[in-house]
């Protein structure tokens, strides 16, 4: 331990002991030669089973922050080897940490916590995009000191790491449980950006509500439980960061800064503001594009502002819990940039959310294909791939989640058609360009086997039928879509055999095969209630009601023949 009054390498003078941890102590010393005062973090060098982790930990602190420059970052003077301890000389941070200034006084205004985090956002931009990402891995209010002048200075590098291209997971876990975000932990992959982008969630949550998440309840609930007054929209930004599948976060600190700045915007009560500054940016946009002909760099601002305001209404629709609302945001996001894919992709999601694909969502899309302008024309031509996609989810949301039952396929199979046109030469989409085709085929057969019927010329064509019904489960059997289709896709297969046993009968499919895909089915939804929801229980339960009619039918067909 050091004496206040001793001198350390002839030059660092200890006036006091300013704060202390497990393994080391802080002391303010000042050098009287430059009148600077710094901070000595005297670690002790203990010899047990953590000392080598220790030594490691201390090593990756001092080289990383001696690379560094960056005003909300300490920076190294010296490290010495004294008395058998470590000695680390860094700059002094004048101020508390944000820990102490929450036992003091409590849960934090959300102006200082957004501010705060916007620092520290930039503090994240800063190790993420240095030539070897570092990844810092233990944010957290006790390593935020805040200086007088309210900025703030992350410290204590101890678990920072160097992001491994290569490699899988990390090898040491490190990390604050309640801060720390589940990949920290091991077994899930290795730590990112975006796992500091967890880490950060969790310190907002914490300041915000003056709730620790590392102690009980251990669990981060939405903001406003604690406090109705702050922000919707700020909650819905912590609610992202702290997603536990690290695909569902903010990707980068930048994505996180952006949101951070424009978190008013997510508020209902600024619904109509925001609406007026969409139009006043659409105003602006067709300026911009008049005066590109005086000069590129008009274009390349507008096409800035066009890209931001896409980015503003795409968050809006993703963070409004109402469907009709995400739906009108995503069409406005369309009229913005209609190449760009997410908004196309976004819509479908809220729309099949609840199971049903209704007449004013259908609207929307409909608009997209009358509108003068012709949206979906410019995404085919910019964008073909990702309009291959949209085209397949849209024939899934017309066959399996349409209102009108009796139309589903009929408005299902033109999606379809150009799905299978533009996946045809695509070798990556092998199994979406097969599908497109069995949805197609299996759509032409409902649409012909009523007139065939009616003049007797259905014979064979329940066999073909079958078959492509068949391949249509063995491909979702090797790549799954979403449950609720796979289970409708289950009704579809299940109803059928009740509609067309005799016929399928007549067409030589045997009962063992009819009886085998139906015992498939029950297997696979026995194994889809152990997880769940009530929406899908509810599924299948219909189905079972179904396939009870569809063996008694099957029965009944078969035994007569015989």
């Known amino acids: 331990m050091l004496r206040t009054g001793s001198v350390i390498d002839g030059k660092y003078k200890i006036l006091s002991e300013i704060g202390h941890g497990g393994m080391s102590t802080v002391y303010l010393a000042i050098n009287e030669k430059a009148n600077k005062p710094w901070a000595v973090k005297e670690v002790r060098k203990i010899r047990n089973e953590d000392c080598e982790v220790m030594r490691q930990s201390l090593i990756a602190e001092t080289d990383l922050l001696k690379r560094l420059r960056h005003p909300n970052l300490p920076s190294i003077a010296d490290v010495i080897d004294h008395d058998g301890n470590f000695l680390i000389v860094m700059d002094y941070i004048e101020g508390n940490t944000l820990e102490k200034l929450i036992s003091e006084n409590g849960a934090q205004t959300q102006e200082d916590v957004v501010g705060w985090a916007l620092q520290l956002c930039s503090v994240l931009e800063y190790l993420h995009s240095r030539p070897v990402p570092i990844i810092y891995r233990d944010m957290k209010p006790s390593n935020i000191m805040l200086r007088s002048d309210g900025s703030v200075v992350l410290i204590d590098f101890g678990t920072a790491r160097e992001f491994k291209e290569r490699s899988a997971a990390d090898t040491i876990c490190l990390g604050t449980q309640g801060y720390a975000a589940p990949e920290q932990f091991g077994g899930r992959g290795q730590t990112d950006a975006r796992t500091d982008i967890y880490c950060l969630g969790a310190t907002m949550y914490h300041l915000l509500t003056g709730h620790n998440p590392s102690k009980p309840p251990y669990e981060m609930y939405p903001i406003t439980k604690w406090n109705n007054r702050l922000s919707s929209g700020l909650e819905q930004i912590i609610l992202k960061c702290t997603q536990k599948n690290p695909d569902e976060r903010f990707q980068d600190a930048r ?270 939804m026995y194994r889809m209630e152990e997880t769940a929801t009530g929406t899908v229980r509810g599924e299948i339960e219909s189905i079972r009601q179904i396939m009870d009619m569809a063996d008694r039918m099957v029965c009944s067909s078969y035994q007569e023949r015989e």
Request: glycine share 4%; aromatic share 12%; net charge negative.
């Open 255 to 524: 994505s996180l800064r952006y949101a951070l700045e424009h978190y008013h915007d997510f508020e209902t009560q600024a619904r109509c503001r925001y609406r007026r500054q969409l139009r006043m940016f659409l105003s602006a946009a067709v300026l911009s594009v008049l005066c590109t002909l005086a000069g590129r760099g008009f274009g390349v601002a507008a096409a800035a502002r066009r890209s931001d305001a896409y980015r503003t209404v795409l968050e809006a629709a993703r963070y409004t819990t109402n469907s009709a609302t995400a739906v009108e945001r995503y069409m406005e996001a369309v009229g913005i940039d209609a190449a760009r894919e997410q908004a196309y992709h976004g819509y479908y999601d809220t729309v099949i959310e609840d199971g049903c694909f209704t007449d004013a969502e259908e609207e929307a899309l409909l608009h997209l294909t009358m509108s003068r302008d012709k949206p979906l024309q410019c995404f085919a031509e910019k964008n073909q791939r990702e309009y291959a996609d949209f085209c397949f989810e849209m024939g899934s949301a017309y066959w399996y989640y349409y209102v009108h039952e009796e139309s589903r396929q009929p408005n299902a199979v033109p999606w379809f058609e150009t799905a299978m046109r533009c996946y045809e030469k695509d070798a990556e989409k092998a199994v979406e360009y097969r599908r497109s085709c069995l949805y197609v085929e299996i759509g032409s057969f409902y649409k012909k086997i009523t007139a065939a019927q009616i003049d007797g010329s259905d014979a064979g064509m329940y066999g073909v039928y079958w078959e492509k019904l068949s391949d249509l489960k063995t491909l979702n059997d090797e790549m799954p879509d979403r449950e609720m289709i796979t289970l409708r896709m289950y009704r579809e297969i299940v109803s059928r055999v009740a509609e067309y046993a005799r016929y399928l009968r007549d067409d030589g499919i045997s009962r063992e095969d009819i009886c085998g895909m139906l015992d498939d089915i029950e297997r696979d």
